[in-house]
């Protein structure tokens, strides 16, 4: 009986024409979907496949983590050639590790690390228009700063995450939470060891809010304290987000 392996790929994608990562019932569009056609094309079977985070509808990825097991003798260093012979061009392994069994790519995450892009141009750049959220206005930047520095630490994040959540625990642990302008863009750059269901775009929300002054920094604080979803910012649009990196 062929030995069994875990097999570790790392993806990137334009979520854009995704309905996210996980395969849906009526048979859309995901990564997960694709990916899977991939893996059954080459193997002749569908895996089970375990992603490290499971993106939204629009939402981009450049270091998504799966891995599943399989018998198949393809050799380590063919996995990424192979699966991009038969992925579409909006998605990519860059990335394939034999790994040990026990290896989970959800479970085993220490880490992740998410950014938002909000583009403050005048007019809309048509070539960042998939990948950030257009936003004219003045804002206020050591606000924001200020305002995000607080978001840093182990807190009860339930007022940051959508409604209808059924996780046993909202509290998580962030460990950055900055905010950069480079040229005419800002850059809003998470790391925790855990984000609820659009927790990163209802963060990026609220932050614009304080941001144009319709709200002070302390907002921030209020808001773990009662737990108020609907004190917090509206959630900004999935396509200035992106999974930049899952860390093991």
């Not at 996995?79 to 479970?107: G, I, K, M």
Request: glycine share 8%; net charge positive; aromatic share 10%.
């Amino acid at each position: 009986m062929p030995e069994l392996r875990n097999i570790k790929l790392t993806l990137a994608y334009d979520g854009t024409d995704f309905c996210g990562f996980q395969r849906q019932a009526q048979g859309e569009r995901t990564v997960q979907s694709e990916l899977e056609k991939a893996l059954a094309r080459l193997t002749g079977s569908v895996p089970k496949l375990i992603a490290a985070g499971r993106t939204d509808s629009g939402v981009h990825a450049k270091g998504q983590v799966v891995n599943f097991q399989t018998t198949s003798r393809i050799p380590t260093a063919r996995w990424t050639a192979a699966l991009n012979s038969c992925l579409p061009p909006d998605l990519v392994v860059w990335q394939a590790e034999e790994v040990p069994l026990e290896f989970h790519a959800r479970y085993g995450a220490k880490s992740k690390t998410y950014q938002y892009i909000v583009s403050c141009r005048r007019w809309p750049d048509v070539f960042l228009r998939r990948y950030s959220y257009h936003w004219p206005g003045v804002l206020d930047l050591k606000a924001m700063g200020r305002a995000a520095a607080q978001l840093v630490g182990e807190h009860d994040f339930r007022g940051f995450a959508a409604a209808g959540s059924t996780v046993k625990t909202t509290v998580r642990r962030l460990y950055r939470a900055e905010v950069e302008r480079r040229g005419e863009e800002i850059y809003f750059t998470f790391q925790g060891n855990g984000f609820l269901y659009k927790m990163v775009r209802n963060m990026v929300g609220t932050l614009l809010l304080i941001g144009e002054r319709k709200a002070a920094p302390l907002l921030v604080e209020e808001i773990f304290a009662h737990g108020d979803r609907q004190a917090a910012g509206p959630t900004a649009p999935p396509q200035g987000l992106t999974l930049v990196s899952v860390e093991y």
